[in-house]
């Protein structure tokens, strides 16, 4: 039983005690991390921004645990503070833009004015989002290529999402010669809304004059479809419309330019002025 | 004899159905059925042609969409089965309707049918098809906010001899309740015909059970909608359950003067 005395007599020791707390400590705040990273991996299905969140929580705990069991040893922290301010300053001057992506991040989290299966025009690119990210988001454009752009650009930049209402509206430009008979033509562009079923009947289709252009009269022609049926709707009314058109012996006319021939009262081509 | 029920087709022969715009045909070959579909798109065809037995060649090309299903060696059987539409319907009357304060107006209308094709033991969904494909329409308060449904042609009326009956469709009476105290205008209505059961009526022609619309409000467009499981008509016969069984009264958008 000798050796039960030195064990109680070793514990007894603060050097024990702290190391007994240390340990308590760096497991404790491992466990947290495990705990808080499953927790934010369960709740990524819904709210798949956190994704971004997770490496920063976890490094966090884990900084947090470890300057404590610090603290508990008997390190002096204000040194390891100080030190780590001016880390951060020199860290902040160098990550500018880095630290502008993150924040830039976060208020895009909060926004959601979109999420990832979106699809989205920034400036001239058009794509699904496939992640985003803690500094930058991913997109896939239609023929195939990865688009990285950063969170800061992402937060000025006017960004449309194309597929956020479940409704889209199509609009086709169109130009008929002048001698054509505009309540007919109108009646031949609403038929063919009618008779495509992917066309929404509600809202309207409607039929804008645009105006008198210089070889035709201009309408826009503008129906609707569902977000999922758009493409398909824009290329079938396209064609559809151009074969009515045709069937209805209506003219979409080239650009046409009139010449008018002038002689004077002698029958003779006029003189260079 | 209704289009609908089970056909008994041994391998190398094929039936071939005409229910309204559309037709419908099946062959059983070795290892395989083989279901073919054509629409006419004319909603107002009322032909009804029920295949005999054993009525064609199993081995002849099909016109047509078709689809192939593998088949174990036992199943000769294939059935046909009437379904109500996967969305709400849009009905409008033939103009806007006005209903009095603490008025009520019962409306009857029809809404296409679909045809669900089953085959095997137990019973295994292989196709469903409309008998006429409905033009799709958005119904809410804006372009933001409402459903997709299907636009229904035909439009509500007040007397139910009115209403011209086709095997392709299936009847139903929409009645409006206005508990409000001023005028209730009504340009369209909306049926939640996914929620509706089907029944036979002695003469042949499916119907759903009544939909009640009511509302006590003046203000916005929901209403509370009541179904009772039970048919209109006396002498009926329960052909399908609902698609979506509705546990409860349900508040619902279901009138509309949107869009003006």
């Known amino acids: 039983m000798q050796w039960l005395s030195d064990l109680i007599g070793w514990l007894s020791i603060d050097t024990a005690r702290i190391a007994l707390k240390v340990a308590a400590i760096l497991a404790t705040g491992l466990l947290a991390q495990r705990l808080i990273s499953r927790r934010i991996a369960a709740l990524q299905k819904r709210f798949v921004h956190l994704a971004t969140l997770r490496p920063v929580a976890s490094a966090l705990i884990l900084v947090v645990s470890f300057i404590w069991a610090l603290a508990e040893v008997g390190v002096d922290i204000t040194v390891l503070v100080g030190a780590a301010g001016i880390l951060t300053v020199a860290l902040g001057f160098a990550s500018q833009t880095s630290a502008s992506n993150l924040i830039s991040g976060i208020f895009l989290m909060g926004e959601q004015a979109f999420v990832v299966g979106d699809v989205v025009k920034v400036e001239d690119t058009i794509g699904e989002v496939l992640s985003i990210d803690l500094l930058s988001m991913r997109l896939r454009t239609f023929d195939n290529l990865l688009v990285r752009i950063p969170n800061e650009t992402m937060l000025k930049a006017k960004v449309t999402n194309l597929t956020y209402f479940p409704i889209r509206r199509i609009d086709m430009q169109l130009g008929v010669a002048y001698h054509t008979d505009v309540g007919a033509f109108v009646e031949v562009l609403l038929a063919v809304a009618d008779a495509n079923p992917l066309c929404l009947e509600e809202p309207k289709p409607l039929i804008i004059h645009s105006g008198f252009g210089d070889s035709a009269l201009l309408f826009q022609f503008s129906f609707w479809a569902t977000r999922e049926s758009y493409l398909d709707v824009r290329n079938a009314m396209h064609n559809e419309v151009k074969q009515a058109l045709d069937t209805h012996g209506i003219e979409i006319p080239f650009p046409q330019r009139t010449l008018w021939l002038h002689r004077d009262e002698n029958g003779s081509p006029p003189t260079q002025p | ?260």
């Not at chain 2, 369209?188 to 009544?210: A, C, K, N, W, Y």
Request: proline share 8%.
């Open chain 2, 1 to 260: 004899m209704h289009w609908w029920g089970s056909f008994e087709l041994p391998t190398g022969y094929g039936g071939c159905w005409r229910i309204g715009p559309l037709e419908l045909w099946a062959q059983r070959r070795a290892e395989e059925w083989r279901i073919s579909t054509r629409n006419n798109g004319d909603r107002f065809d009322a032909s009804l042609d029920i295949p005999s037995p054993n009525q064609t060649d199993g081995s002849a090309e099909l016109p047509g969409t078709l689809a192939r299903f593998s088949a174990a060696p036992e199943d000769t059987e294939i059935e046909l089965a009437p379904v109500l539409a996967d969305r709400p319907v849009v009905i409008r009357p033939e103009s806007p309707f006005h209903v009095a304060a603490h008025g009520e107006v019962t409306f009857f209308t029809s809404t296409p049918l679909w045809v669900r094709v089953s085959a095997g033991e137990p019973r295994q969904r292989l196709i469903e098809v409309p008998t006429w494909r409905p033009s799709d329409t958005w119904f809410g308060p804006s372009t933001t906010e409402g459903s997709l449904c299907y636009a229904g042609r035909t439009v509500g009326r007040l007397q139910p001899e009115e209403l011209p009956l086709r095997a392709h469709r299936a009847a139903t009476a929409v009645t409006v309740h206005n508990g409000a105290d001023s005028l209730l205008a009504i340009e369209r209505m909306l049926i939640p015909v996914e929620h509706l059961s089907l029944f036979v009526r002695p003469d042949g022609f499916l119907e759903t059970q009544p939909v009640t619309l009511s509302s006590s409000s003046t203000a916005g467009a929901a209403f509370a909608l009541s179904l009772v499981d039970e048919p209109r008509t006396a002498g009926v016969e329960r052909v399908a359950g609902p698609r979506e069984k509705l546990e409860q009264q349900s508040v619902v958008r279901a009138l509309a003067s949107f869009f003006s």
